[in-house]
């Protein structure tokens, strides 16, 4: 089992930056490959980012390309979504997830664990 919590999320101005983090808990965290998904008000959960259990493989979403960088710290149990010229369609519910399978994934299905998400709002 692994228990995930989200922080970071606020309201910042177009332009602007966020670092959002995910604590595991559990001693198998790096065993895990994590993702970052977002869902705005009337819209599907859809992906952001992957990153693979040792760090060296992400994905990202083509939307997020070139301004948001994942990484991870299995030191720390820890992921990062270091978030870059933030623009208002970036505003959603971030959430943190964890795949049994070790490796990076685009796909809801594919992840077994959901952290409760942050809220990140970026005005114009």
């Known amino acids: 089992q692994v228990h995930l919590v989200e922080s970071g999320g606020g309201l910042v101005q177009a332009g602007g930056s966020l670092r959002l983090s995910c604590a595991a808990s559990?001693?198998?965290?790096?065993?895990?490959?994590m993702g970052w998904f977002r869902q705005a008000p009337g819209n599907e959960r859809e992906f952001v980012s992957a990153?693979?259990?040792?760090?060296?493989?992400?994905a990202y979403a083509d939307s997020v390309t070139g301004r948001f960088t994942m990484s991870r710290d299995n030191a720390k149990n820890t992921v990062y979504l270091q978030m870059n010229s933030l623009k208002p369609e970036d505003t959603a519910i971030y959430y943190c997830?964890?795949?049994?399978?070790?490796?990076?994934?685009?796909?809801?299905?594919?992840?077994?664990?959901w952290g409760q998400g942050t809220q990140v709002t970026v005005s114009s």
């Open positions: 997830a964890a795949s049994r399978r070790g490796e990076y994934y685009r796909n809801r299905e594919d992840y077994d664990f």
């Open positions: 559990g001693r198998t965290f790096s065993s895990f490959g």
């Open positions: 990153i693979s259990r040792s760090g060296n493989s992400a």
